[in-house]
């Protein structure tokens, strides 16, 4: 199934409760294309412990805004709706999953 694609109009309600990643990205950048099958890969293990999720910048321009989007793939962790952590560049897979279930065992 893979990660889903979030819009200004699903963003809340889908990060409000429970552990969230968002992979905010773009097609034409070169680390995003890296990064994407990553986090798709992250959403079929990690299945309903967590809502693995993306952003596509071009798109979704009021949304990166939002969150002091400069540089990406910008992945932002959230907890219960909470900002928890904000990392930036290719994330590979293990610290990803070790940081989201950290926050879902916490």
Do not use: Y
């Not at 309600?13 to 773009?26: H, K, R």
Request: aromatic share 6%; charged share 20%; net charge negative.
């Amino acid at each position: 199934m893979g990660a889903v694609a979030l819009t200004k109009e699903t963003f809340q309600s889908t990060i409000q409760s429970g552990v969230s990643l968002v992979d905010f990205w773009a097609p034409w950048c070169g680390p995003c294309q890296i990064q994407l099958p990553i986090v798709h890969e992250l959403a079929d293990e990690i299945n309903d412990q967590a809502t693995i999720a993306t952003v596509n910048v071009d798109e979704q321009g009021e949304l990166a805004s939002q969150f002091g989007i400069r540089s990406i793939p910008a992945l932002l962790l959230f907890k219960d709706g909470k900002l928890v952590e904000q990392m930036v560049g290719i994330n590979h897979k293990p610290i990803l999953k070790r940081k989201i279930l950290s926050q879902v065992n916490s």
